[in-house]
């Protein structure tokens, strides 16, 4: 589950840095640069979605502030 999540984290931050590179070398209207965008967001959307589900499925639980030592 931990390797899902991380997964995801990686392919967003590469997504990023790609959109980073195609708007400084390209134009900023490049079609590449909204490309990255939209898989950017589509990451994010899947991450958010699979961390709501996996909590009402109780793969995971909320710590209490008192279980942290």
């Known amino acids: 589950m931990k390797y899902i999540v991380f ?4 392919a967003i931050l590469i997504s990023l840095g790609s959109g980073l590179y195609y708007l400084s070398r390209d134009d900023a209207d490049s ?3 909204l490309k990255a965008l939209k898989i950017r967001v589509a990451l994010s959307a899947i991450l958010i979605i699979f961390l709501v589900a996996s909590y009402f499925l109780g793969w995971i639980q909320p710590l ?4 942290i030592r």
């Open 7 to 10: 997964a995801l984290l990686a």
């Open 64 to 67: 209490h502030p008192t279980d």
């Open 31 to 33: 079609p590449k640069v």
